[in-house]
Each structure stands twice: as structure tokens, then as C-alpha cells.
């Protein structure tokens, strides 16, 4: 994804969250140029006209109390949240995150992980995992579209829902060849879907294995282990990445 910069986030999903508030913040301040004008043309007259309808039926006292709720609703209008694409995936990357965690917490040094890196110079990766099946490029993706699910056509195609994901696929490689070019050392690439459902087992397309997020730790698991990744292999890789792929944020 682009590259974000800031100097108050880090770790999972740092720069995703921080072009999250930077567009909320910017959203915000169109909602106060509208209310400014809007909110006395949209509260007044309808608010008033419940009110007075109100009071003439029951008592003043109710139509005071229709005429905040009016009012109140009509704020919560203006000020509505249409909710970030942005929020939602660095959301998932601390999710992806907390979910690898367990690996490094209890791997006695079998495991290393860093995440939020920079990619080249306009982007970031999302998660580097460093074990002794080698270095994994890993990908967090939030696909939530109410009944979309993530498969592969007959040509392995990669799709979620009816959107094809060919240029997900070439970004995502392109991502873990540029770690490997900071490690000299190959690497694999993954992808973590969360919310949208994987086939059991996980789904390979173009170079790329797909699998739902939460069978991310097994997978890493159960990948074979490859010849001369012992521990003090794994802590040297771990030095070497945090060295060469710099926070990005």
C-alpha cells in the first residue's frame, strides 16, 4: 500500500491508521462548513414544526423534548461516519499481528516478526515473519462484502467476490521480492484474509498462497523447515531486516 509518513504511530497498521486520520480529520472539517450553514436550515424549521405540533397536542414540556430529539438526530446526521477502507485494513493488520504474536512469545527465538516497513520509497509492507521455514512476506487484506468469498477460477485466477484480484496478486509479489532483495534471501508470499471466507487448506494464485487469517499461525507452522534456518540464522535475518527495511512510519 503507499507510503504514509508520520512520527506518532507504530507497529501494525500504523500507516494505514494514520491516512485513516488524516481523511476523518479532512472529512470532519467539511462536515463543520456544512453544518455551519445547513444545520440551522435542517434543525430550525423541522424541530420548530414538531415541536409547536406537539405542544398544542399534550404539553409544552413534550414538545421541547421532540425538539432536541429532532435536533440531536439531525446532528448525528451531519457528523455521520461513513466509516474508512483505510480504518477497516489497519484494523485488520493489528489483528494479523496479534495473531502471529503467540510465535514469537512462545517460539524460544524460532520466530521473529516485524511489521509496518518500507517498500521501495512510496510503499509499505505489512508484516515480515522470519522462522526456520525461512522469511515469510505476509499481506493483510480486509475483505468484508457481505457474502463475497475469496476463490480461484480455472486458470488460478485469484477473485473475491465477482472482483478480480490480478493486480492484488502482482503487488503483493512484487512486495516480497523487494524483502527479499533487502535480505538476499527468497521469500515467500501470503496473504491473510480476514472476514471473507478461504477454502480449508488455502488457496495458491500466480506465486501467492491465500489463507484465512486465522489459520495464518498454523500455516506458518506447518511449512517445511529449510536447511541452515536455526535460531541464530532466524536472529541474524531478524537484524538484518529491521536494519534494511525501516519503519513506515
Same mark, same amino acid.
Request: hydrophobic content about 45%; proline content about 4%; overall charge positive.
Given at each position: 500500500?503507499?507510503?504514509?509518513?508520520?512520527?506518532?504511530?507504530? %507497529?501494525?497498521?500504523?500507516?494505514?491508521?494514520?491516512?485513516?486520520?488524516?481523511?476523518?480529520?479532512? !472529512?470532519?472539517? +467539511?462536515?463543520?462548513?456544512?453544518?455551519? /450553514?445547513?444545520?440551522?436550515?435542517?434543525?430550525?424549521?423541522?424541530?420548530?414544526?414538531?415541536?409547536?405540533?406537539?405542544?398544542?397536542?399534550?404539553?409544552?414540556?413534550?414538545?421541547?423534548?421532540?425538539? $432536541?430529539?429532532?435536533?440531536?438526530?439531525? $446532528?448525528?446526521?451531519?457528523?455521520?461516519?461513513?466509516?474508512?477502507?483505510?480504518?477497516?485494513?489497519?484494523?485488520? &493488520?493489528?489483528?494479523?499481528?496479534?495473531?502471529?504474536?503467540?510465535?514469537?512469545?512462545?517460539?524460544?527465538?524460532? /520466530?521473529?516478526?516485524?511489521?509496518?516497513?518500507?517498500? %521501495?520509497? +512510496?510503499?509499505?509492507?505489512?508484516?515480515?515473519?522470519?522462522?526456520?521455514?525461512?522469511?515469510?512476506?505476509?499481506?493483510? #487484506?480486509?475483505?468484508?462484502?457481505?457474502?463475497? *468469498?475469496?476463490?480461484?477460477?480455472?486458470?488460478?485466477? $485469484?477473485?473475491?467476490? *465477482?472482483?478480480?484480484?490480478? #493486480?492484488?496478486? &502482482?503487488?503483493?509479489? /512484487? !512486495?516480497?521480492?523487494?524483502?527479499?532483495?533487502?535480505?538476499?534471501?527468497?521469500?515467500?508470499?501470503?496473504?491473510?484474509?480476514?472476514?471473507?471466507?478461504?477454502?480449508?487448506?488455502?488457496?495458491?494464485?500466480?506465486?501467492?498462497?491465500?489463507?484465512?487469517?486465522? &489459520?495464518?499461525?498454523?500455516?506458518? *507452522?506447518?511449512?517445511? *523447515? !529449510?536447511?541452515?534456518?536455526?535460531?541464530?540464522?532466524?536472529?541474524?535475518?531478524?537484524?538484518?531486516?529491521?536494519?534494511? $527495511?525501516?519503519?513506515?512510519?
Amino acid at each position: 500500500m503507499p507510503l504514509i509518513g508520520s512520527k506518532h504511530r507504530t %507497529g501494525a497498521g500504523a500507516s494505514a491508521q494514520r491516512m485513516a486520520d488524516t481523511i476523518r480529520a479532512a !472529512e470532519r472539517r +467539511k462536515q463543520h462548513r456544512t453544518a455551519a /450553514w445547513a444545520g440551522p436550515l435542517l434543525i430550525a424549521p423541522t424541530a420548530g414544526g414538531a415541536a409547536y405540533l406537539t405542544a398544542a397536542a399534550t404539553n409544552a414540556h413534550a414538545g421541547i423534548a421532540v425538539a $432536541l430529539t429532532i435536533t440531536v438526530l439531525a $446532528l448525528r446526521r451531519l457528523y455521520r461516519n461513513g466509516g474508512s477502507t483505510w480504518a477497516r485494513g489497519a484494523a485488520g &493488520e493489528r489483528k494479523t499481528a496479534r495473531i502471529l504474536r503467540p510465535l514469537v512469545w512462545f517460539g524460544l527465538g524460532a /520466530w521473529a516478526v516485524i511489521h509496518d516497513f518500507r517498500v %521501495g520509497s +512510496k510503499y509499505n509492507g505489512d508484516h515480515l515473519v522470519v522462522g526456520r521455514c525461512g522469511p515469510v512476506y505476509v499481506d493483510t #487484506k480486509t475483505w468484508a462484502a457481505k457474502n463475497a *468469498r475469496v476463490t480461484t477460477d480455472r486458470h488460478g485466477r $485469484l477473485w473475491y467476490g *465477482r472482483y478480480p484480484q490480478q #493486480k492484488t496478486i &502482482e503487488t503483493v509479489l /512484487w !512486495e516480497a521480492d523487494s524483502v527479499a532483495q533487502a535480505l538476499g534471501h527468497p521469500v515467500r508470499a501470503v496473504i491473510a484474509v480476514h472476514h471473507a471466507p478461504v477454502p480449508r487448506g488455502g488457496l495458491f494464485s500466480g506465486g501467492v498462497t491465500i489463507v484465512q487469517a486465522s &489459520e495464518l499461525r498454523r500455516y506458518l *507452522r506447518d511449512l517445511p *523447515r !529449510e536447511q541452515g534456518w536455526n535460531r541464530a540464522r532466524v536472529a541474524s535475518a531478524y537484524r538484518l531486516a529491521r536494519h534494511r $527495511l525501516q519503519p513506515a512510519v
